[in-house]
């Protein structure tokens, strides 16, 4: 016990003997260190040494199509919360500055690590704001950004070049509500969060045709590469909800999209003139296509000749009274090729698969593989469809008809579907090399027919059994 007690007084009397100074030598010196993160002296950073809170999901998942896209970084080195820049999440108080400081401030980390923003629980109003490149957006558990109510806080930007004009009004378009637009490495993510676009101001001035110019939507990045989308929420866009266009590896999962299914154009994901997309693990509802490969509008897409490719959608599930599962165009004038459809569930809808074009379109869709498809109270469980005369202006070229060949549909399973496949291609532009199997369409009547023009191709295994144009050996080797 004796010897105990004077270790300790030994112990003490050496840091009594020892000075103070390199203590506060060394924290001074660290103080100055974090310092240099920044020259703005307002806003303090966080330094996460091992990485950002996104778990990397697509290395873990080797099932993900998105593990061969997606080949950005998840990691952060700077983390900041929206509160860090004065944001209040009361669901009243507009946040658009607020998002519009912090993405530029965090911007100057892009090369120093990347740059991550959180969003906290709350209610977080805001107009349009731009992200930067390495950088992630992060909603976290109970986090809502809500959109402005506003018009004036969605900008009007520029028409996109393949498409020469707003897609509902002449002239420009409203910006979306989470804009991109030359980026790398860009991040949107959390922990099932919610974007929430207030969109029935929009659909109101469109159902009241008082719209001035063409709708915004929810997420819309461009010209951009290695974008991920993943593990969200996104609520009541008012236009299509998630499109990215002129877009590289990107790659959309795990989400949930829904608006009414009276909320007009409201589709779930548009891949627009884009390469090596994977879009997986998503469901559903809205007042359009939840899934829809585009490539541009007429004359305008054809100059620009921006193909869509290398498109997977897989173990997408949802429904759309108006539209269908997965749509191929309309606006596909830029072309549209290597799109692989597998494991899709449908219910309740117009449509289950629809390949959309028509004349003045142009371009070309090449080599679309479907399969595995189930469907429940689809209106048309397949469907090729033309004559919307739908055009951007006069400058459109009716001798610009689309070339359609390779379409391959199998292990399909429909149920109380309402008619047989309806399958139009187009005058001096027929359809070919359209092979289908195994495809079961239950419940329809004892008159219902396959309804076939301008198409030809080869099936097996039908019931009921198909029109006479696709029971064509020739293009029997090719299926």
């Known amino acids: 016990m004796e010897s105990e007690k004077e270790n300790w007084n030994a112990l003490m009397g050496m840091f009594r003997r020892s000075s103070w100074a390199p203590l506060l030598l060394l924290f001074t010196l660290i103080t100055v260190i974090s310092l240099q993160f920044t020259s703005n002296p307002l806003y303090s950073i966080r330094v996460v040494i091992s990485g950002s809170s996104i778990p990397d999901t697509l290395s873990l998942d080797p099932d993900s ?29 507009s946040n658009t500055e607020t998002f519009r400081r912090a993405v530029q401030f965090m911007q100057r980390f892009g090369a120093k690590g990347g740059a991550q923003l959180n969003v906290p629980r709350g209610r977080w109003l805001t107009g349009s704001f731009n992200l930067t ?59 099932n969060g919610t974007i929430d676009g207030q969109g029935k101001m929009w659909w109101d ?49 795990d989400m949930t999209i829904l608006a009414p299914l009276n909320a007009p154009n409201t589709d779930g994901i548009d891949p627009d003139s884009c390469t090596n997309v994977c879009i997986e693990d998503c469901y559903v509802e809205s007042g359009d296509d939840l899934v829809a490969v585009k490539s541009g509008w007429d004359h305008y897409g054809i100059t620009m000749a921006r193909p869509s490719s290398n498109i997977i959608v897989r173990r997408v599930s949802g429904t759309t009274p108006t539209c269908s599962g997965v749509g191929i165009g309309s606006e596909m004038s830029g072309g549209i090729f290597n799109v692989t459809v597998d494991q899709l569930h449908v219910w309740d809808s117009a449509a289950g698969l629809r390949i959309k074009t028509d004349k ?14 189930t469907m429940e109270r689809v209106k048309v469980p397949i469907r090729f469809s033309r004559g919307s005369n ?22 399909v399973v429909s149920v109380n579907s309402t008619k047989a496949p309806v399958l139009q291609g187009i ?18 009547g004892p008159s219902a027919a396959w309804h076939c023009e301008y198409v030809l191709g080869f099936t097996s295994q039908m019931s009921p059994l198909p029109c006479p144009q696709l029971q064509n050996n020739v293009s029997s080797s090719w299926c």
Not at 158 to 164: D, F, N, R
Not at 360 to 372: D, K, L, V
């Open 390 to 411: 739908d055009h951007p202006d006069d400058g459109w070229d009716p001798k610009a008809v689309p070339y359609v060949k390779g379409i391959s549909i199998s292990n």
């Open 133 to 191: 490149s390495n950088f992630t957006l992060f909603l976290e558990k109970g986090a809502i950004i809500l959109g402005s109510q506003d018009p004036d806080e969605w900008p009007i930007i520029e028409p996109l070049p393949s498409y020469g004009r707003g897609r509902e009004r002449l002239g420009g378009r409203h910006i979306s509500l989470i804009h991109g637009d030359g980026l790398t490495n860009v991040v949107i993510t959390g922990q």
């Open 205 to 253: 001035l469109w159902w009241n045709r008082t719209l001035k110019h063409t709708r915004g939507h929810l997420v819309e990045i461009m010209n951009s590469q290695n974008v991920l989308i993943s593990n969200l929420t996104f609520l009541n866009s008012p236009f299509w909800t998630v499109h990215p266009v002129y877009c590289s590896n990107v790659v959309i999962r």
């Open 65 to 93: 199509c998105g593990g061969g896209f997606f080949v950005g970084s998840t990691e952060r080195k700077f983390v900041k919360s929206i509160k860090d820049f004065g944001g209040v999440g009361d669901g009243k108080t």
């Open 427 to 444: 005058e001096d532009a027929q359809f070919e090399d359209i092979c289908m199997k195994n495809v079961s369409l239950l419940g329809l």
């Open 360 to 373: 003045g379109r142009g371009g070309y869709i090449a080599n679309i593989t479907i399969s595995n498809i």
